[in-house]
């Protein structure tokens, strides 16, 4: 018999993606900066609090409308973009680690883009850059909580085991519910895609979403 993947195992299969060491590095170069300006106020309480309370409904909605976008061809010219051509690889092979975690290609445009966010839209640059660890943080965590659904590691607590349970009825159950990642169906109660799993008939394309792994 194999010994269990322990979480240490796990994380030394994880820190090899370059996507985690990509967060990581915005991670730790937000906090730093943040720290170094100093000039703490309530909305830098405020700003995590709402982020994470928002963050199960942004999971939700990019999930939804971009992971599962059904490539369209309007005047010749077909919209598929590479993350949700990404996704539908990862639907076809969940258990492939590199197709696990966000594209580094496509971190290459958010980062900047979150970078610019954080320093143009906020009225304190201080702000921004709380703003800019806690999406690095929650990014982080989506990374983390992903890739442990995916591997071997085993639920050992009752929390991880209903986020294990949501995440593993989207990918083999059906794949219209259940799409909040790192919550036990938080956006999915609130947003009707919560069904008790023996009232729902298992999909024909959770693993070929739209029908397209043919042309993948």
Not at 106 to 115: A, G, K, Q, R, Y
Request: aromatic share 12%; hydrophobic share 45%.
């Amino acid at each position: 018999m194999s010994k269990p993947l322990t979480l240490a195992d796990a994380a030394r299969t994880f820190r090899k993606s370059p996507t985690p060491w990509m967060i990581g590095t915005m991670l730790l170069a937000a906090a730093a900066a943040r720290i170094s300006l100093g000039d703490w106020q309530i909305t830098d309480a405020l700003v995590p609090l709402v982020m994470l309370a928002a963050f199960p409904f942004v999971e939700w909605v990019i999930h939804v409308f971009v992971l599962h976008w059904k490539p369209r061809t309007i005047a010749g010219v077909t919209l598929d973009s590479r993350l949700a051509r990404s996704h539908r690889e990862h639907h076809f092979a969940p258990r492939t680690v590199s197709l696990i975690f966000i594209p580094w290609q496509t971190l290459l445009i958010v980062i900047p883009v979150l970078t610019a966010v954080a320093l143009l839209a906020f009225p304190r640059v201080e702000l921004g850059l709380t703003f800019l660890t806690c999406i690095s943080v929650l990014g982080f965590g989506y990374e983390w909580t992903h890739f442990l659904i995916h591997s071997d590691y085993k639920p050992k607590t009752a929390l991880y085991r209903s986020v294990w349970r949501n995440h593993r009825n989207h990918h083999f159950k059906n794949e219209h519910y259940w799409f909040t990642v790192t919550t036990a169906g938080t956006a999915d109660r609130v947003l009707g895609t919560y069904p008790d799993p023996k009232s729902v008939e298992t999909s024909p394309t959770a693993k070929n979403l739209h029908g397209t792994a043919s042309k993948l």
